[in-house]
């Protein structure tokens, strides 16, 4: 089983849609949590981090569930720019360590 | 402006051939890494350094080295390039006051033939 485990997808949502997509964790020592950007043929870049009570920035809603270990990530009102890959990242239990999920594909059509 | 960079941004090699990627950054971070992405996987670390002088193995260290003479840079040696090596190498940054973010370079697109 895999440390960090995403759906793939594509997830193919239109434009305006809400579409939300989880990641699974397998070490439940796992201390934070964060969902990377990555456009096409570009480096991933920090979306949001995941804190324990939830958090919201702006469209994006990023959620933990330590009990079931998953996060999830929910887009409001998606645009076009939202196009992307979603990676999951889990920080393990050393200081450098981050566990990195092979990225949920998605495209918003107009 | 900080940014980290990697040259070259494509390379086309030989089996058995060595190749040196670099990464050069201006944020004055202390801690830097190497990944690779391969399609199907996540980034996987390659090596990581916590400072000049400082280098450590990360989970697919086979077959690669890293030297940090400075804080600057970190450049990544294959030592004999194999065809499995052929994928997306991304070098990161990070501070190390204790924020997690990681800053990407823009990858390098490495071919071993």
């Known amino acids: 089983r895999k440390e960090v485990e995403q759906d793939p997808g594509p997830f193919n949502v239109p434009e305006g849609a809400t579409v939300a997509f989880n990641c699974t964790y397998s070490n439940s020592a796992s201390q934070s949590f964060f969902w990377y950007r990555q456009d096409c043929r570009k480096e991933p870049k920090l979306l949001m981090s995941v804190y324990s009570s939830g958090n919201e920035d702006g469209r994006f809603t990023a959620q933990l569930n330590r009990a079931s270990q998953y996060i999830s990530l929910l887009i409001r009102d998606s645009k076009l720019s939202d196009s992307a890959t979603y990676l999951c990242?889990?920080?393990?239990?050393?200081?450098?360590?981050?566990?990195w999920g092979a990225g949920t594909k998605l495209i918003i059509k107009p | 402006d900080a940014e980290i960079t990697q040259s070259p941004r494509h390379k086309i090699t030989e089996t058995g051939r060595q190749v040196t990627l670099a990464c050069h950054q201006t944020w004055n971070h202390n801690n830097m890494f190497w990944y690779r992405q391969d399609l199907g996987h996540g980034l996987r670390l390659i090596h990581y350094?916590?400072?000049?002088?400082?280098?450590n193995k990360g989970e697919v260290s086979d077959g690669y080295s890293v030297s940090r003479s400075n804080t600057e840079d970190l450049p990544l040696t294959l030592e004999s390039a194999a065809s499995s090596q052929t994928s997306v190498y991304f070098c990161?940054?990070?501070?190390?006051?204790?924020?997690?973010?990681?800053?990407f370079g823009p990858g390098t697109r490495l071919t071993v033939l």
């Open positions: 350094s916590y400072g000049v002088q400082d280098t």
């Open positions: 990242v889990v920080k393990g239990d050393s200081n450098y360590q981050l566990i």
């Open positions: 990161a940054s990070r501070d190390s006051s204790g924020s997690n973010e990681q800053f």
